[in-house]
């Protein structure tokens, strides 16, 4: 065994720890083992194992987790890879990678130190420590303190100030004197429910009828069966223990497997009814699996062409072949109908990795899919880190989808990762959308990725007419603001009347957006956020959509204290009320943040619209989102614009996206479906293509502003963030390192800032920004670097200069 190994830790500092390995433990490369951290125990990955003597001591481990590694080969790969690419601390990386902190249980603890003993003993001696300002009280509880930890190793917290009757506070003051120091433990969790599991070994010599059995048994079973399995059987239990002394078997204990309740529905015959375009499709990804080398797919497919069906009988296919498939889907894709219907495909060699998962239901899939015992695996972003083996396909749902982006350290794009995955394995990647982010449609047309299209939807039936409602002709003709233009409102009449359904969308949930007064023209903000505060109408309150802080609804303006405040603008709560309002026999639901709290909720909503109890659901960009709703024959969209004034290169693009999305859920059914899009900008680009559905002519012109402006898919950029609680603390910083960026060579990088973030405040802390662009990733990677090392050099704190490579916000 070497005598050293390298440790990256979950602590944002960008290097490995060197401990010694110790005590006959025997650590593995990708496997996890505890070591101590500064005052704490902390759980690592194992990257190196030298012998290499570091040049300050090194400590010794304290145990290793896992018997075999927890990172193969190829996932250590891939987070070096996000590590670098990223610019994130690998110990953060594989924390990112692997859900099992459930495994661990977290105490504080407290043992004393020598000071402490030599405290006790004078103070049992002279009966006081003297020359103190504290309380009697005080010196009382450390003395019970001190007496209680001199007769044990440590205490956890808890017990010590029940013994010793502490508070807190008596604890860290006594920890400042250092007479008492803390230990923070991260334990491998004994309450887990582990399973024992019986291994099969080389069995040497004759075996009795009963040791037959059992070893036949095992064997049937692949070499591996929990022991509760072999239960079951007729035989002695002596004959497992027999076994194993004669070493013919082993037996382990491993975190027991997610058992889904009630779930054990039989796979049913595969019977998707494919269209000619999606059978095309289908062939050639089935063709590009066979080839065993990468290849990376662009799935195009307009609203309601049927791309899942395609999806499912691509992994049907690579489950067939005993090779392992990944689907990943956005945040709000994986409704419980969803993972219904996944069941219903693939049965039990299906795991669902969802937000809805408790930490430990998600370490116990993670198992799962490590035993092998599920080789389909269907998830939202960290899915793509799916343990499984024999990696034959990744699709990637909604490619353009901004929940990919993970927004903290680190911060990566899953559909990236989940195409340098696939480059690793050999496998093919299938990116799927009806709306192509910009990059990866780009890529299609370099040839990078093959590009497969579904330009029709499912039985002929034909894309929604879309017809445009110009705002400002409507404020001119009717003398006063809308939220409902007339024509709308005359389309949502007949709908109503004629049975059918309609869908409202207005990206925006509250009341009132703004509150304004009037005296001193002052809005009511955020007090730790730039951003002024909703209003909420059935809860009564303010909310920050960005923090969450929450404040009373004023009565008079806190800034002048005049009555005159006013409540401005239009939330789908408001919206809701306004349609109620002038459909007062209509049934209308709402779909938001505020209305979906969980997946439940979601599917609820949706399920009343199916089964024809609502006729008319408002709702944000939730409604928008990826389901099959066959009712529906008009969609209005209200407001959908405004993105389009953000400072944002991708406005663009997103409103694109939003419009197309939404207006796709017209018309699934046997009726044509229609949109109603009001807007201010009729003229943009993004309106007038969304309203022509056509992808490749917005696409062709964003490219063309995109190239202009050095924007990707021609340059990639970073977003470099300096933020802190202290404004002049900020500022500072971000001069430090205007100044690096001034002085140092760096061609082909532009630096655009520093400069106020679009949102200067957020969540306390003020925000200054860098924008880094260049058509070199190697040397923006490099630039980006040696600013992160500058930074280091100049104490500013590593989680107060935030790096995000490939930036979707720029906010
Ligand atoms: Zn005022
Ligand atoms: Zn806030």
Known sequence: MPEFCDVALPVPLDMAFTYRIANGIQPAVGGRVLVPFRQRRMPGVVVELHDREPKVQAKNIISALDSSPVLDDQLLQLGRWIANYYLAPLGEVFRSMLPLAAEFKHSINYRITDEGRLALHQASMSGSSGRSRRTPEEQLAEFRVLDYLSERDMAREVSLRAAARASKTVLEGMVRKRWIAREDLSDARDGARMMKFAILKNVEGRLNANQRTLIDTLAAAGGRISVEALRGLAVPRTTLATLVKRGGVEITEEPAGFTLSGLKARPSQFDFQLNAAQQDALKNVQREIAASTFSGILLHGVTGSGKTAVYLAAMKSVLDAGQSAILLVPEIGLTPAVAANLHQVFGDEVAILHSALSAQERAEQWHRIKRGETRMVVGTRSAVFAPVSDLALIIVDEEQDSSYKQDETPRYHARDVAVMRAKMANAVVVLGSATPSLESYFNAKKNKYALLELPDRVEQRPLPEVEIVEMRQEFQETGHEQVISRKLAEEIRERIEQKEQ????????????????????????????????????????????????????????????????????????????????MFPQARIGRLDRD?????????????????????????????????????????????????????????????????????????????????????????????????????????DKELRFRSWMHYPPYSAIANVLVRSGKLDEALRWSGVLGQWFEKTRHEGVRVLGPAAAPILRLKKDYRYHFVLKSPSREKLNALLRAMVAHATQHKIPRTQVIVDVDAVWLM
């Open 595 to 699: 209305t979906v709290r969980g997946r439940e909720d979601f599917e609820r909503a949706l399920n009343a619209l199916n089964e024809g109890e609502l006729d008319l659901l408002v709702g944000t960009q939730m409604i928008a989102k990826g389901h099959d709703v066959h009712g529906v024959t008009l969609v209005g969209v209200v407001g959908a614009d405004a993105a389009l004034g953000f400072p944002d290169f991708r406005a663009a693009e997103r409103t694109f996206q939003l419009l197309t999305q939404v207006a796709g859920r017209a018309g699934r059914g046997q009726k044509p479906g229609k949109v109603i899009l009001q807007t201010y900008f009729p003229d943009h680009y993004a309106v007038q293509y969304a309203a022509q559905h056509d992808f490749a002519g917005f696409y």
């Open 502 to 581: 309609v869908m409202v969308l207005l990206n925006r949930r509250g009341y009132s957006p703004v509150v304004l007064c009037r005296a001193c023209g002052k809005t009511l903000e955020c007090k730790n956020c730039a951003i002024a505060l909703t209003h909420h109408k059935r809860t009564h309150r303010m909310e920050c959509h960005y923090c969450g802080h929450i404040a009373p609804v004023p009565k008079a303006c806190v800034h002048c204290g005049s009555e005159y405040v006013y409540f401005l603008g239009t939330g789908s709560e408001k919206l809701e009320e306004l349609l109620h309002g």
